[in-house]
């Protein structure tokens, strides 16, 4: 790294800007010669080229893409802050009760401790900020937080404590006390006792990771601070993501004894967590999600979550790559509204009709599922008109698919309560949402509605008060299919009141059976089917479960072995190619040619000849470039490893522009080697600080001039290339 310099002089004379000597650091700048079009021009693999767009598109995604997202974060975030609510309110209860007055019966006065624990560590510390918050709102509690980096012994421990409350004070005796003496604590708590009216100031101390800290540290702690317990009322918040037992197995018995502990967690399981956040996202007649999940997508959600991670970050950062994917393809620009980013319609129409937007065109109307050219969608107003009518009639389709949803749900769980037995009464929540979403659930709604066939006229009464009660809890909708089950089921609700012979209630249970399922195979439809789903729903296809559960490792070794393979997209070229890799490419071929050390001296020497043999250094005014450009793939490749044994392989014959470009080459690094010499040191120190912060190489000590290799296996057969 370049030392920093000091302010120039007037008297300093004016350096040369060229003269490498007079330079601490070299800047090498991206050599954009050969830099075409195509290549910017270049996509990722998977998502539609450009000419399929409209202009201002991608920007237009952009925008609805975080439009959407953020309502849908903050939808989840006002779930989570309701599922939390019940365990804040108990633990601000806990530690706002009044203990002034001792309990006779204990020998000592205990400290309360409330142990705040679950399985997610961001669940956790949300508790710990809405408690945080509540607890701020009262003047009365003085609120401090410890964390284990500030902890580290129990001197820090108590200046961390003592510090954050007594820093304002306005009493010098109180500041200039001891950092770690609770007896400045306790002065300036009842200068503040004085300025309360009721004398109920209390030290509220939210530990967090409280996993995280010493054990010796809080066994201290928690025994100085009993000490104090009569003239110091402390409450302690212990917030772990470990087990609630964590504490009596790692503190002593004497610190135990000092403490009220009291367990607090939530009552729904991570899994429960995630079958309401699903619920209330995505199946809420209340809410209306702008992106409408997919199949593939929920069950990448639902195995990672049951296998691997069931924390709400994982599923607030998988909703996040799901949209972004989502709004990669070009007709997600009507997913809000139809002006495809522009000011009004009328320039969203003169857009669409304009010369360069006939591939979005053409991929719109696919969509929209309309003749390749219609004559009655051919203006940009009758496009707007129909992406409209899309848009309400899958708004529509969605809303009815939740509703339906809901009352099937209460009809398989009625079911179940009553002793059916059916292998549908044993689906889940993720596999019915599964079913719902490929949209092949009316098979189950099938055979469900069968099973009402067999109620007795208890239980058919039961049911239909049940599902009345779901579908008055609907806003009313007038000629609705739910208004109009409503009055079907009230109508059948009064006629099995009267009935009293078997017969009647059979033929009472056969028209409940046949209202049901019409009901539900007219409202559990396809979403893939309807015109202009990829705009609001995401299908049957998802971000690559790379993005989610990455490999850096492979990754990163393809990635230095086969360039070419991975960037830049949109272009083929020879991966061997030695004269068109980067530095550090070419570095790391010399790396796996090494042994277990390596001599750093003839690792340069072998990277500067790569460089000068493959010509990478040409100069500006020259035109090697342009014949760069021009040449085939049969000059030289990169050098490859000889048999112990083997003659080395003649040179292989170049061509005029071979030869020429030579000539200038070597006409350049005669005329001045001293730069030349300096950039090819600056490079390769570059690239020996990017593997050697990748953890491809480690010092030793045994020789300041070599290496130690750290990577071994390295795939590096033709086939591996190809499968690349």
């Given at each position: 790294?370049?030392?920093?310099?000091?302010?120039?002089?007037?008297?300093?004379?004016?350096?040369?800007?060229?003269?490498?000597?007079?330079?601490?650091?070299?800047?090498?700048?991206?050599?954009?010669?050969?830099?075409?079009?195509?290549?910017?021009?270049?996509?990722?693999?998977?998502?539609?080229?450009?000419?399929?767009?409209?202009?201002?598109?991608?920007?237009?995604?952009?925008?609805?893409?975080?439009?959407?997202?953020k309502k849908c974060l903050d939808r989840m975030q006002n779930v989570l802050a309701q599922l939390r609510a019940k365990t804040v309110d108990d633990i601000h209860g806990f530690v706002t009760t009044d203990r002034r007055t001792a309990n006779p019966l204990m020998p000592a006065l205990e400290t309360p401790a409330a142990v705040i624990s679950g399985s997610d560590p961001g669940l956790v510390m949300n508790i710990m900020d809405d408690l945080c918050e509540r607890l701020e709102e009262d003047d009365s509690n003085n609120v401090v937080h410890l964390h284990a980096s500030d902890c580290s012994n129990i001197a820090g421990t108590l200046k961390a404590l003592i510090g954050s409350l007594?820093?304002?004070?306005?009493?010098?005796?109180?500041?200039?006390?001891?950092?770690?003496?609770?007896?400045?604590?306790?002065?300036?708590?009842?200068?503040?006792?004085?300025?309360?009216?009721?004398?109920?100031?209390?030290?509220?101390?939210?530990?967090?990771?409280?996993?995280?800290?010493?054990?010796?540290?809080?066994?201290?702690?928690?025994?100085?601070?009993?000490?104090?317990?009569?003239?110091?009322?402390?409450?302690?918040?212990?917030?772990?993501?470990?087990?609630?037992?964590?504490?009596?197995?790692?503190?002593?018995?004497?610190?135990?004894?000092?403490?009220?502990?009291?367990?607090?967690?939530?009552?729904?399981?991570?899994?429960?967590?995630?079958?309401?956040?699903?619920?209330?996202?995505?199946?809420?007649?209340?809410?209306?999600?702008?992106?409408?999940?997919?199949?593939?997508?929920?069950?990448?959600?639902?195995?990672?979550?049951?296998?691997?991670?069931?924390?709400?970050?994982?599923?607030?950062?998988?909703?996040?790559?799901?949209?972004?994917?989502?709004?990669?393809?070009?007709?997600?620009?009507?997913?809000?509204?139809?002006?495809?980013?522009?000011?009004?319609?009328?320039?969203?129409?003169?857009?669409?009709?304009?010369?360069?937007?006939?591939?979005?065109?053409?991929?719109?109307?696919?969509?929209?599922?309309?003749?390749?050219?219609?004559?009655?969608?051919?203006?940009?107003?009758?496009?707007?008109?129909?992406?409209?009518?899309?848009?309400?009639?899958?708004?529509?389709?969605?809303?009815?698919?939740?509703?339906?949803?809901?009352?099937?749900?209460?009809?398989?769980?009625?079911?179940?309560?009553?002793?059916?037995?059916?292998?549908?009464?044993?689906?889940?929540?993720?596999?019915?949402?599964?079913?719902?979403?490929?949209?092949?659930?009316?098979?189950?709604?099938?055979?469900?509605?069968?099973?009402?066939?067999?109620?007795?006229?208890?239980?058919?009464?039961?049911?239909?008060?049940?599902?009345?009660?779901?579908?008055?809890?609907?806003?009313?909708?007038?000629?609705?299919?739910?208004?109009?089950?409503?009055?079907?089921?009230?109508?059948?609700?009064?006629?099995?009141?009267?009935?009293?012979?078997?017969?009647?209630?059979?033929?009472?249970?056969?028209?409940?059976?046949?209202?049901?399922?019409?009901?539900?195979?007219?409202?559990?439809?396809?979403?893939?089917?309807?015109?202009?789903?990829?705009?609001?729903?995401?299908?049957?296809?998802?971000?690559?479960?790379?993005?989610?559960?990455?490999?850096?490792?492979?990754?990163?070794?393809?990635?230095?072995?086969?360039?070419?393979?991975?960037?830049?997209?949109?272009?083929?070229?020879?991966?061997?190619?030695?004269?068109?890799?980067?530095?550090?490419?070419?570095?790391?071929?010399?790396?796996?040619?090494?042994?277990?050390?390596?001599?750093?001296?003839?690792?340069?020497?072998?990277?500067?000849?790569?460089?000068?043999?493959?010509?990478?250094?040409?100069?500006?005014?020259?035109?090697?470039?342009?014949?760069?450009?021009?040449?085939?793939?049969?000059?030289?490749?990169?050098?490859?490893?000889?048999?112990?044994?083997?003659?080395?392989?003649?040179?292989?014959?170049?061509?005029?522009?071979?030869?020429?470009?030579?000539?200038?080459?070597?006409?350049?690094?005669?005329?001045?080697?001293?730069?030349?010499?300096?950039?090819?040191?600056?490079?390769?120190?570059?690239?020996?600080?990017?593997?050697?912060?990748?953890?491809?190489?480690?010092?030793?000590?045994?020789?300041?001039?070599?290496?130690?290799?750290?990577?071994?296996?390295?795939?590096?057969?033709?086939?591996?290339?190809?499968?690349?």
């Open positions: 790294m370049a030392r920093g310099r000091r302010a120039p002089r007037k008297s300093d004379p004016e350096p040369e800007p060229d003269t490498p000597q007079n330079e601490n650091c070299y800047i090498i700048p991206f050599n954009t010669s050969h830099a075409s079009r195509e290549d910017a021009a270049a996509v990722l693999p998977g998502h539609p080229s450009a000419e399929w767009d409209v202009d201002g598109g991608p920007a237009a995604r952009l925008e609805a893409c975080a439009a959407a997202l007594v820093k304002n004070s306005d009493e010098s005796a109180i500041r200039g006390g001891a950092s770690s003496d609770l007896s400045v604590l306790c002065a300036w708590l009842q200068s503040q006792n004085q300025s309360q009216e009721d004398g109920t100031v209390r030290v509220v101390v939210l530990f967090h990771d409280v996993e995280m800290f010493e054990p010796t540290v809080l066994g201290e702690l928690f025994g100085i601070c009993s000490l104090y317990a009569a003239n110091i009322p402390f409450v302690f918040c212990l917030g772990t993501s470990a087990r609630a037992d964590f504490l009596r197995a790692c503190l002593p018995r004497a610190a135990l004894t000092a403490l009220h502990i009291r367990k607090f967690a939530m009552a729904q399981t991570s899994t429960a967590v995630f079958e309401t956040l699903i619920r209330k996202l995505y199946f809420d007649p209340e809410f209306s999600p702008d992106v409408m999940l997919g199949p593939a997508a929920f069950e990448l959600l639902l195995d990672d979550t049951n296998r691997f991670n069931a924390s709400i970050e994982f599923l607030r950062s998988t909703l996040r790559l799901v949209h972004m994917h989502h709004f990669a393809e070009p007709v997600t620009s009507f997913c809000l509204d139809e002006l495809l980013g522009q000011t009004d319609r009328a320039h969203a129409e003169r857009l669409l009709e304009h010369g360069e937007s006939i591939g979005f065109r053409e991929r719109l109307l696919a969509a929209l599922d309309v003749p390749p050219t219609p004559n009655s969608i051919v203006s940009g107003a009758a496009l707007l008109d129909s992406v409209v009518s899309a848009r309400a009639n899958f708004a529509e389709k969605t809303m009815g698919l939740r509703i339906a949803f809901n009352l099937l749900e209460t009809l398989q769980k009625f079911l179940r309560e009553h002793q059916f037995r059916a292998a549908e009464l044993r689906y889940g929540f993720g596999h019915l949402v599964q079913l719902c979403l490929e949209g092949t659930l009316d098979e189950t709604a099938k055979e469900l509605c069968t099973l009402v066939l067999k109620l007795s006229a208890e239980q058919l009464q039961a049911l239909l008060k049940l599902l009345y009660a779901e579908l008055r809890k609907l806003p009313p909708q007038n000629g609705s299919a739910e208004q109009q089950l409503r009055t079907r089921i009230l109508q059948e609700k009064e006629s099995v009141g009267e009935t009293t012979s078997i017969d009647d209630v059979r033929q009472a249970a056969d028209g409940v059976s046949r209202l049901l399922h019409e009901y539900f195979s007219e409202r559990l439809v396809k979403l893939h089917e309807l015109p202009l789903c990829n705009a609001w729903y995401t299908g049957h296809t998802t971000c690559s479960p790379e993005l989610l559960n990455a490999n850096p490792r492979a990754s990163t070794l393809a990635s230095l072995t086969f360039p070419y393979a991975v960037a830049p997209p949109g272009e083929e070229r020879e991966p061997q190619q030695q004269e068109q890799m980067s530095d550090t490419s070419v570095l790391f071929k010399r790396y796996l040619d090494s042994g277990k050390l390596i001599n750093i001296h003839d690792w340069y020497r072998a990277f500067a000849f790569n460089l000068h043999k493959g010509e990478r250094r040409v100069p500006a005014d020259t035109d090697a470039d342009e014949d760069d450009e021009d040449e085939d793939s049969d000059g030289p490749s990169s050098p490859k490893r000889r048999k112990r044994g083997s003659r080395a392989s003649k040179s292989p014959s170049k061509s005029p522009k071979k030869r020429k470009k030579d000539a200038s080459v070597a006409k350049w690094t005669e005329e001045d080697p001293a730069e030349w010499e300096a950039e090819t040191k600056a490079r390769f120190l570059r690239s020996y600080h990017e593997l050697e912060y990748l953890g491809f190489i480690r010092h030793t000590r045994r020789k300041v001039e070599h290496v130690q290799r750290t990577v071994f296996d390295v795939p590096l057969d033709d086939e591996d290339d190809e499968q690349l």
